[in-house]
């Protein structure tokens, strides 16, 4: 069966420290991969998306960016990390076909101080 | 465009009672899937069922329910006899036949279920 790693759980950094959030997941291959943020508990936007490795879509700007070196892994990274960057912060995985499911990991909490 | 509303931000209840929770969309696409996941308190997102557009059969699964309806571009989720583990928040979400992968989510509705 398939599974989607996500670490860390809890993150408290510095304002303009830097970011690496790291996914993983198991079980399939070529899978389609997403960052969501969360903030305040509602509300689910999609930062980016991926179909394939190197291939990395943006749907919002900002001071994130994201890599998917290796097909079943994908990063969420920041060069200097701003108080608007706390949140929740999901990833998920689903099949390339439109009537598949997302899957969603366990998120990490992120806190700016 | 597509957009997913949720109208009812927070739903409390007492255990046993019933709880319809609602969800409109709008989309242009003639293809489409619809999605409800829950949000317990630890986070995780869990996937709860899918409904395609060209299926408007309802679905039963133990004491959930799911009302899919075309006509009032409207997909309820009803919890019957409602439980305090069913406390969560719940999410319905659209994705486009043609929109490659990208889900659009409601704001979500906060569900209490008190003992």
């Known amino acids: 069966s398939q599974t989607i790693h996500q670490w860390p759980a809890t993150l408290v950094q510095p304002v303009g420290s830097p970011l690496s959030l790291e996914c993983t997941v198991e079980?399939?291959?070529?899978?389609?991969l997403y960052w969501y943020r969360q903030a305040a508990g509602r509300g689910l936007q999609l930062l980016f998306y991926?179909?394939?490795?190197?291939?990395i879509s943006s749907e919002v700007p900002q001071n994130l960016s994201a890599s998917r070196p290796q097909d079943r892994q994908f990063i969420l990274s920041s060069k200097k990390l701003l108080l608007s960057d706390s949140g929740f912060y999901l990833c998920?995985?689903?099949?390339?076909?439109?009537?598949?499911?997302?899957?969603f990991g366990d998120g990490t909490r992120l806190s700016i101080l | 465009a597509q957009k997913v509303t949720q109208a009812q931000t927070e739903i409390s209840v007492v255990e046993k009672e019933d709880v319809t929770l609602d969800c409109v969309y709008e989309?242009?696409?003639?293809?489409?899937?619809l999605f409800w996941y829950k949000q317990p308190p630890s986070g995780e997102l869990v996937f709860l069922i899918r409904?395609?557009?060209?299926?408007?059969q309802n679905e039963i699964s133990g004491r959930y329910s799911w009302n899919f309806q075309k006509s009032t571009s409207s997909f309820n989720f009803t919890i019957t006899a409602s439980q305090v583990v069913d406390s969560a928040v719940y999410f319905c979400?659209?994705?486009?036949?043609?929109?490659?992968?990208?889900?659009?989510f409601g704001q979500g509705t906060i569900l209490t279920v008190h003992p």
């Open positions: 979400a659209l994705r486009g036949g043609t929109s490659y992968g990208k889900l659009t």
């Open positions: 079980g399939t291959s070529n899978p389609n």
């Open positions: 409904r395609n557009s060209f299926d408007e």
């Open positions: 991926s179909v394939g490795i190197g291939q």
């Open positions: 998920a995985w689903s099949a390339g076909v439109a009537y598949q499911p997302q899957h």
């Open positions: 989309t242009r696409d003639t293809t489409y899937y």
